[in-house]
T-cell receptor, first 115, second 112 residues
Framework: GAGVSQSPSNKVTEKGKDVELRCDPI?????LYWYRQSLGQGLEFLIY????????KSGLPSDRFSAERTGGSVSTLTIQRTQQEDSAVYLC?????????????FGSGTRLTVV | AQSVSQHNHHVILSEAASLELGCNYS??????LFWYVQYPGQHLQLLLKYFSGDPLVKGIKGFEAEFIKSKFSFNLRKPSVQWSDTAEYFC??????????FGTGTRLQVFP
């Protein structure tokens, strides 16, 4: 597609439920990044994919968070047993090659609210 | 570990005022530096970037930033802001990794 597409754009979930957030990168972009944007916290790196593998998952805050990428394209970020502190905007970005030197294109994000 | 500090959390200016947003990073080696902007209701987009060469970098919409290695800084400037510059601005650094580390952002409000 023309840009990075994220779905859903908004998600309200009850504490303890699992959620899945989806990212469709720009076609042909091999690198894909997940960030979390919380009020006053800036953008927090979560995980990075090169193709289908994740060389860097150091930013995942707990084992409740996981992500996968299939076919070198779509990625899904899963949060299990959601907590209120998981409320944030989850941003996805893609890049033609690994590393930010080639330019990140960001999606519009998924706003997650845990009630 | 790399980190980025943006000390101005919220800046309020009148149109035509000059702007300088601070950005400091902590990493002693070679760095690549970026400023991203997020206009209300829009996605993050690149404003400008520094990889090497001339430390004064010019970006879109009249913005520029100066890399001062001795001060570990990459401040963003604009001589005369417009109402349309109202947005959140993020400084980011990349050094020896495949990811960007972002600062906490500065919210700029420009009043006509």
């Amino acid at each position: 597609g023309a840009g990075v597409s994220q779905s859903p754009s908004n998600k309200v979930t009850e504490k303890g439920k699992d959620v899945e957030l989806r990212c469709d990168p720009i076609s042909g972009h091999t690198a894909l990044y997940w960030y979390r944007q919380s009020l006053g916290q800036g953008l927090e790196f979560l995980i990075y994919f090169q193709g289908n593998s994740a060389p860097d998952k150091s930013g995942l805050p707990s084992d409740r968070f996981s992500a996968e990428r299939t076919g070198g394209s779509v990625s899904t970020l899963t949060i299990q047993r959601t907590q209120q502190e998981d409320s944030a905007v989850y941003l996805c970005a893609s890049s033609p090659r690994q590393g930010p030197l080639y330019g990140y294109t960001f999606g519009s994000g998924t706003r997650l609210t845990v009630v | 570990a790399q980190s980025v500090s943006q000390h101005n959390h919220h800046v309020i200016l009148s149109e035509a005022a000059s702007l300088e947003l601070g950005c400091n990073y902590s990493y002693g080696g070679t760095v690549n530096l970026f400023w991203y902007v997020q206009y209300p209701g829009q996605h993050l987009q690149l404003l400008l970037k520094y990889f090497s060469g001339d430390p004064l970098v010019k970006g879109i919409k009249g913005f520029e930033a100066e890399f001062i290695k001795s001060k570990f800084s990459f401040n963003l400037r604009k001589p005369s802001v417009q109402w349309s510059d109202t947005a959140e601005y993020f400084c980011a650094v990349n050094a020896n990794t495949d990811k960007l580390i972002f600062g906490t952002g500065t919210r700029l409000q420009v009043f006509p």
